[in-house]
């Protein structure tokens, strides 16, 4: 069983920077594939990034270049470094975990966190 505890979301003024945290209960968080994944009012749930279990990291072509996600195995935590954010950044962002190989689809990610808001003003 893996729980996940996102944390770090919040309001802030675009162009600004948020980093979003989640931490796992999972006796193998290492074996894991950790995924990033937001949800805007009205729209469907879309892939932003993922990490494998060799720190291998894909990313959403929206977010590309301007986050960076992480992975500290000590920690059983993944990081999702966010900058020069935008008003269309705004969602709720979740965490999502996996065994096996990276994917982009959320219907292929067996665990989930309750989300974190992140609001982007302009």
């Known amino acids: 069983q893996v729980t996940l505890v996102e944390s770090g979301g919040g309001l802030v003024q675009a162009g600004g920077s948020l980093r979003l945290s989640c931490a796992a209960s999972?006796?193998?968080?290492?074996?894991?594939?950790m995924g990033w994944f937001r949800q805007a009012p009205g729209k469907e749930r879309e892939f932003v990034a993922a990490?494998?279990?060799?720190?291998?990291?894909y990313y959403a072509d929206s977010v590309k270049g301007r986050s960076t996600i992480s992975r500290d195995n000590a920690k059983n935590t993944v990081y999702l470094q966010m900058s020069s954010l935008k008003p269309e950044d705004t969602a709720v962002y979740y965490c999502?975990?996996?065994?096996?190989?990276?994917?982009?689809?959320?219907?292929?990610?067996?665990?989930w966190g309750q989300g974190t808001q992140v609001t982007v003003s302009s």
């Open positions: 999972a006796r193998a968080f290492s074996s894991l594939v």
């Open positions: 999502a975990a996996r065994y096996g190989i990276h994917s982009s689809q959320m219907n292929e990610y067996n665990y």
């Open positions: 990490c494998t279990k060799y720190s291998t990291t």
